[in-house]
């Protein structure tokens, strides 16, 4: 059962840095996950009075509050447009509507579950996270940090970064966790394959320039859409829990990862 001593609804985000710096505290997101702990907290902070729940556009960059919920990214337009729809696809299945109202993008991210559709999503896009204590920092050096730091996550960041996406996963049920997660993209930063639910924490391979060209082109045939897929497949380390062996992920990831490229240039002919 999870125990908390003291609850504090933070006035101000250095205030909550402040109290954040006892190893007794937690921040709170939605609390989907910490209430199933058997955690003894000293101090609970809340960082829902400090309007951290917006998605603001501007003309370079789509700036998420951490409060911001997975069921706003799901029904954003802005979103959906600039993601190509693969915000809205990361976020769908993930249990229910009830659930996705109460989960937020700040405790999905910051807890770098190896789970985390929405920690692989984002590290598709051209994605950065703004800390209270550190500053911003990209989404992919920010998950391969360890959970052991005490900052805040304040906000994502997303750029608008010309580029295509698709994003696939394949679950034993509907609403159960991901047996594996990918995300495919193709942008002006490069083309690269998240992996997610491997089920450690997503990770990121990058695809050759030059199968990036011909993607980008349409140009490439399904053998060879076959052969890059295996190829990138066998960079992603696997490993095994009850819901699949490493050895089935690894044989997943070359599908999912073939399903995704084809898509990728589907989509590059539709809005190209």
Sequence with gaps: MLKIKEYVRAESL??????????????????????????????????????????????????????VTLRQLETSELLERVSHGTVRESVKNIVGVQFRNLATIGGSLFGRFGFSDVLTCFLALDTYVELYQAGVMSLEEFAARGRGDRDILVKVIVKKTPGRQVYLSHRNTKTDFPVLAIAVSSDSRGARVAAGARPGRAICAAIPDEWKKRLDHNACTSEEIEKLAAELAKKIPMGSNMRASARYRSHLAGVLIKRGLVRLQEVQEEKG
């Design 14 to 67: 250095s205030q909550a840095y402040e109290l954040n710096q006892k190893r007794s505290s937690r921040i709170l997101g939605g609390m989907l996950w910490m209430k199933m702990s058997n955690a003894r907290i000293g101090t609970a902070i809340d960082l829902s009075g400090l309007g951290l729940d917006q998605i603001e556009d501007t003309e370079e960059e789509i700036r998420i509050g951490c409060m």
